[in-house]
């Protein structure tokens, strides 16, 4: 299991990776051949739904491990979660799922520095995950009225 890094600093076998949701999330990596057989038969119209077992999975820690983030404030706009990880395991994860949005929308990315993090998470700062709480102006109207 991945850990919060004490430091940033990378080696080239380890990549810092950046998780915008709150709780963070666990990733895996599935061996190739079981894609590839569960594509075949999908493609021979007879799909496989069992859930594909993951060989080696990491716990990626969310916005609310930033050192920044106080559960008070609950504000997550600008954080992330930073966790210390095998590169290896995040270049097979990174090509196995280079199509989810976790990966567009930027929910979840590495970075070789810390420079190049801080600059991206500065650029990421105002966008919503999605996630973040709700003002009492953007619930419906019929959630204010059961409050009553």
Not at 69 to 94: C, M, Q, S, Y
Not at 115 to 127: G, I, K, N, V
């Amino acid at each position: 299991m991945a850990t919060a890094p004490k430091s940033t600093d990378t080696t080239n076998s380890t990549v810092v990776v950046y998780c915008r949701l709150i709780h963070g999330i666990s990733i895996g990596i599935f061996k190739k051949e079981a894609i590839e057989a569960r594509a075949e038969r999908s493609a021979a119209k007879a799909p496989d739904f069992s859930p594909l077992i993951p060989y080696r999975t990491v716990e990626l820690n969310g916005a609310n491990t930033d050192p920044r983030f106080h559960p008070k404030e609950n504000i997550l706009l600008g954080r992330a979660g930073r966790t210390l990880v095998d590169k290896d395991f995040w270049d097979t994860w990174l090509e196995q799922n280079k199509e989810s949005d976790l990966v567009k929308n930027n929910l979840i990315f590495a970075e070789a520095t810390e420079a190049s993090a801080s600059a991206r998470m500065t650029e990421l700062q105002y966008e919503a995950t999605g996630f973040e709480p709700k003002t009492e102006d953007q619930l419906p109207a019929n959630a204010l009225d059961n409050k009553k």
